[in-house]
């Protein structure tokens, strides 16, 4: 990134002048920052779909609005060396983590290019000034173009891997089907023949139970790849949380619990949406095990409804954080990296988001946005 950063500064022209002129206008510039501020905050929530980008993301657009005043602080101030740009590839890739559109981003920071350049015209600063602001503002939104750009090559990548996978799963998962089926009838036969024998009964059983995993690794496989129609609804998430506490096996020393009270209704499939929280829930069972503690809250945001599952787990390896929802990716054990793909594929399909982060319970956290149900 910093040289990156290296190639954009003289692709510009900013130079050690402009840092000089920069740092001169900080005390002078700094007082018009409030304005600034409710001015790009105003512009960008006049528009529904960043309004619900920023909602979806931050709680409070008031957090955002602090940031936004150090940011402009900092663009002023500097220095311009790694970290900061490091800071700056971290709020774009904010922007991309919450879905806010680049053109809405693009045109964001137009307000503060426009105010800061007004804040130089009213106090008659030189061209020079007005040239290093320019300068600095160009390599600033550089940056964050730079994270959506890589955003998208990743997506890219992502959807090649997935269709690959696609194909193979959808041959080898059909091929599957048929030796497994006959080794469900032969057993059938073998169990009708197997006598008092003990020991016979336990190892058929044995294989009966491993049959069955299989069968199971194979439908979540062709889960991934194929488009089950949504059976939209009203679900009520108190009902349906406590269905999935009691789905859910754990150790004597976890606990799970449904935080507060469970507001409204998602608009959605009963039996996708309970498949969604029965994963994350076991997932931190899992990671919670063996002895922890597991939670679940749900809250109203504007009209989409939030829910996180939390636990006291060793949280996220932030080495495959980006990857986590990719099947294939998993922190278990013996899992196989399915569940989380599986999730994510429902969530998306419901035209809703997921992330992963860490827990303020010390382990991992897993928020869904779901659309509420009229």
């Known amino acids: ?158 959807a090649e891997r997935l269709a690959t996978f696609g194909q193979l799963v959808g041959s080898i998962g059909h091929e599957l089907r048929n030796p497994l089926g006959v080794i469900e009838t032969s057993l059938y036969v073998l169990k009708s023949r197997a006598g008092e024998d003990p020991r016979v009964v336990k190892h058929l059983d044995r294989i009966s139970h491993q049959v069955g995993v299989a069968n199971d690794i194979i439908t979540q496989l062709l889960d991934l790849i194929r488009d089950r129609p949504l059976a939209r609804q009203r679900v009520e998430l108190a009902p349906l949380f406590a269905e999935v506490v009691q789905a859910v096996p754990r150790p004597e020393g976890v606990t799970v619990e449904v935080q507060g009270s469970v507001p409204g209704a998602a608009s959605g499939d009963p039996v996708q949406l309970r498949q969604v929280f029965v994963n994350l829930v076991d997932n931190a069972v899992h990671a919670a095990s063996p002895r922890g503690r597991v939670l679940v809250e749900a809250r109203r945001e504007g009209s989409r409804l939030e829910v996180t599952v939390d636990d006291t787990g060793s949280g996220v390896d932030p080495a495959i954080r980006n990857r986590l929802f990719e099947p294939l990716v998993t922190t278990r054990p013996k899992g196989i990296g399915l569940g989380l793909a599986l999730v994510k594929r429902i969530v998306d399909r419901h035209g809703g988001t997921i992330e992963a982060s860490r827990s303020p319970l010390g382990g991992a956290r897993f928020t869904v946005h779901l659309p509420e149900a009229e």
């Open 1 to 158: 990134m910093q040289r990156l950063f290296d190639e954009l500064k003289r692709y510009v022209g900013f130079t050690a002048d402009d840092e000089h002129r920069l740092r001169a206008l900080h005390p002078r510039v700094a007082p018009h920052f409030e304005r600034t501020v409710e001015r790009f905050y105003a512009r960008i929530l006049e528009h529904p779909d960043a309004r619900a980008a920023l909602e979806r993301g931050e709680r409070r657009v008031g957090h955002l609005k602090v940031t936004l005043h150090q940011w402009m602080g900092e663009l002023l101030l500097g220095p311009w060396d790694e970290a900061y740009v490091d800071r700056r590839a971290r709020i774009g890739t904010t922007h991309v983590r919450i879905d806010l559109p680049q053109h809405f981003m693009v045109t964001a920071m137009s307000v503060v290019r426009s105010d800061l350049l007004d804040a130089l015209e009213a106090a008659d600063f030189t061209d020079g000034d007005r040239h290093a602001v320019q300068r600095v503002l160009d390599l600033d939104l550089a940056i964050m173009l730079h994270t959506y750009r890589l955003d998208l090559e990743a997506r890219q990548a992502r």
